[in-house]
């Protein structure tokens, strides 16, 4: 990429958001695909075992998300101490976002929407209690 005074051409600036997409494409690609050969590879397993693998992804994701969405802050903050010269400053900022990011997604992932009351039914059961007792049914009736 140059480093002119003048702006991009529409097809140099083309050019370079392919080079800087084409990665994060596949990247997201190779990840749709680990998920389809998790679910074919713990469906053949069992019915409990698809089950557990879903429960887990959702709280994994649950927790990467808030982790993502907490740390994306801290990027910005590191830049600009870097940028003004305050590396003194890096090393706090990171370790109290690590901080923020590990203590937020702890609560986040146990008070997963699946977890929460809903209105239409009795406040004092959940959905997840719901849930688990329409699987333990199908369970036992073989379904």
Request: charge should be positive.
């Amino acid at each position: 990429m140059t480093t002119s005074s003048f702006p991009l051409t529409f097809k140099q600036e083309t050019s370079a958001t392919l080079r800087l997409a084409t990665p994060l494409a596949a990247a997201a690609v190779a990840q749709m695909g680990m998920g389809l050969t998790d679910t074919i590879l713990l469906g053949s397993l069992g019915r409990d075992a698809l089950a557990a693998g879903g429960l887990g992804a959702g709280l994994f994701f649950t927790t990467t998300a808030i982790m993502q969405a907490a740390m994306t802050g801290v990027g910005v903050l590191v830049a600009h101490a870097r940028g003004a010269g305050a590396h003194e400053q890096v090393s706090p900022i990171f370790r109290s976002g690590t901080l923020l990011a590990l203590f937020a997604s702890i609560p986040a992932s146990s008070a997963s929407p699946g977890n929460w009351p809903t209105t239409s039914d009795n406040m004092s059961e959940s959905c997840c209690w719901r849930r688990r007792r329409a699987y333990c049914w199908a369970r036992n009736a073989h379904i």
